[in-house]
């Protein structure tokens, strides 16, 4: 419980600074709490009903829980102590006034991720049918606590809540995004980080790009030059680096506490080169499996071009590389899903080789997931196309994750004309509008997701910069009924900015 500890204080650092000069219980200080903040939840809840009146939280917080709601409770219990309010966790007790309620029979009705929220004068409910639906009540209730611009700020004598009822189900299982390791490195730090800001606002998939042509950032046991020599590569002022075997589990398991999945990605067969200047023998004679030769081995690539580099698909023996490879990866992941790449290439090959991809990963009990050029292929029913251009017609019917780049590539500019982004997509860059206003109407969605590709992201804080607050969209476009009402979110997102600062957040100071 090491790690949902640091994160309970890492969210309470964010949503529970409470509004407030001081311990003064001065006249003034009251005024101020006569009212609770605005309902300002992030993403919009399906049945959001405000009632009359407010609850007042006691100074002695009892917070009732039983077996399966244990681990939610010790959340709460955490972020109201790291808040530096006096509460209790109490087995069993019908009389605490913040209750967690895990019924089985909401199952139907709220599934495993949805939770009912209700705040009378009498305290604070939260029920779900399972325990990603408390956890996701907890992350709602977080957002109705005043929050200061102020730090460590010690609690005022009068915290107001508004009486109120939250019924809440996700639209889409998939509410993520996607960070390019290959291009230019983030390491286990940056990453944990950021699943604590995702999990604020209920994302729960992040997609890692780990190989591409200018690195390779996860170890292999079976293939360890692949991150000795592949992964001190970088794109031009990038970040070499790798993630350990034990980094990667690591990641893993801090993810499974914030109710999020890791989907690990290995681009095949193409955006390859930095395998193959770990393994050369990969190469074609002649190297005609490079064209054009923007770098040939032993040199790594520092550039941004895609699309010359592949495996020698005339080769029958880098199926022997492949199979081992996903199969070491496939036992490495938790989760369900392995990303095969397979976009950008050309080449007679291709969709040979893709059937044979998508079969090695079934085969270790995973679900392939590729880019869409990989649906024209004869792939398996249960293949998932994520589709980024819309150009692909895909062989047969399939399910896709949403990642199109007018609304979703989070590497172009905020805003046009933004230093050091990418704009080949589209060159008034992808606005804060332009995500929210992205139509979902297609019956084969499955979520969203936004990638950022990391040619000219090369640190922490241009990272933050591409994610914030675009990716809060995101998390409302997968969670919320509808995302019909612009102006809404942005009143609702003002809410939000003295919370992303708290965070430390370097997030972009949108326009709106």
């Known amino acids: 419980m090491r790690t949902l500890k640091k994160y309970s204080q890492i969210l309470a650092y964010g949503i529970a600074v409470i509004l407030a000069v001081g311990c003064s219980t001065s006249k003034s200080v009251v005024q101020q709490q006569a009212v609770p903040a605005p309902v300002a939840i992030i993403p919009q809840p399906q049945v959001l009903t405000l009632q009359q009146g407010v609850y007042q939280v006691p100074k002695k917080i009892t917070i009732s829980y039983e077996a399966a709601s244990?681990?939610?409770?010790?959340?709460?219990?955490?972020?109201?102590?790291?808040?530096?309010?006096?509460?209790e966790m109490i087995e069993g007790s019908a009389r605490a006034n913040f209750k967690l309620i895990h019924n089985q029979g909401l199952l139907t009705q709220l599934?495993?991720?949805?939770?009912l929220l209700d705040i009378t004068s009498d305290g604070v409910s939260i029920q779900a049918a399972g325990e990603a639906g408390l956890f996701y009540g907890i992350q709602s209730l977080s957002q109705l606590l005043p929050v200061s611009l102020a730090n460590g700020i010690p609690a005022p004598e009068n915290i107001l809540l508004p009486q109120l009822h939250v019924k809440d189900v996700p639209k889409y299982s998939w509410r993520g995004n996607m960070i390019d390791l290959a291009r230019s490195f983030f390491g286990v730090d940056?990453?944990?980080?950021?699943?604590?800001?995702?999990?604020?606002?209920?994302?729960?998939r992040l997609h890692l790009h780990l190989t591409d042509d200018q690195?390779?950032?996860?170890?292999?046991?079976?293939?360890?030059?692949?991150?000795?020599?592949?992964?001190?590569g970088a794109v031009k002022n990038?970040?070499?680096?790798?993630?350990?075997?034990?980094?990667?589990i690591e990641l893993q398991a801090y993810a499974k506490e914030r109710h999020i999945i890791i989907i690990p990605e290995i681009d095949l067969p193409g955006h390859i080169y930095a395998a193959l200047v770990a393994y050369p023998e990969l190469n074609c004679d002649g190297l005609t499996n490079l064209t054009p030769k923007m770098a040939t081995p032993p040199a790594h690539y520092d550039g941004y071009e895609v699309g010359w580099s592949k495996l020698c698909l005339t080769n029958p023996e880098i199926y022997d590389f492949v199979a081992e490879v996903l199969k070491e990866v496939s036992e490495m992941t938790e989760g369900p899903w392995v990303h095969i790449g397979g976009d950008e290439i050309d080449d007679e090959l291709y969709e040979t080789f893709?059937?044979?991809?998508?079969?090695?990963?079934?085969?270790?009990?995973?679900?392939?997931?590729?880019?869409?050029?990989?649906?024209?292929?004869?792939v398996s029913k249960e293949f998932i196309s994520q589709r980024w251009n819309g150009k692909t017609a895909p062989k047969y019917p399939s399910k896709v994750i949403e990642s199109i780049c007018t609304s979703f590539y989070f590497d172009h500019a905020n805003v046009a004309g933004q230093e050091q982004t990418n704009n080949w997509c589209q060159k008034s860059g992808v606005s804060l509008e332009d995500v929210y206003h992205f139509n979902d109407q297609y019956d084969e969605i499955i979520g969203v997701e936004a990638?950022?590709?990391?040619?000219?992201?090369?640190?922490?804080?241009?990272?933050d910069n591409r994610l914030w607050p675009r990716l809060m969209a995101v998390a409302e476009i997968g969670w919320s009924a509808t995302h019909n009402d612009f102006n809404d979110f942005i009143s609702r997102l003002k809410a939000h900015e003295s919370r992303l600062e708290a965070l430390n957040i370097a997030y972009y100071p949108f326009p709106e």
């Open 70 to 87: 244990q681990a939610a409770a010790t959340l709460l219990n955490n972020i109201l102590q790291s808040a530096r309010l006096n509460s």
């Open 111 to 115: 599934g495993d991720e949805g939770y």
């Open 190 to 204: 940056y990453l944990k980080r950021h699943m604590d800001r995702m999990a604020l606002y209920k994302l729960n």
């Open 215 to 232: 690195g390779w950032r996860l170890e292999l046991k079976s293939k360890p030059l692949l991150s000795q020599i592949g992964g001190q």
């Open 238 to 248: 990038g970040r070499a680096g790798f993630l350990t075997t034990e980094d990667y």
């Open 354 to 378: 893709v059937v044979k991809a998508d079969a090695m990963v079934r085969s270790y009990g995973k679900i392939p997931i590729g880019w869409e050029e990989m649906s024209k292929a004869d």
């Open 451 to 463: 990638p950022v590709w990391t040619e000219l992201v090369v640190t922490d804080t241009m990272m």
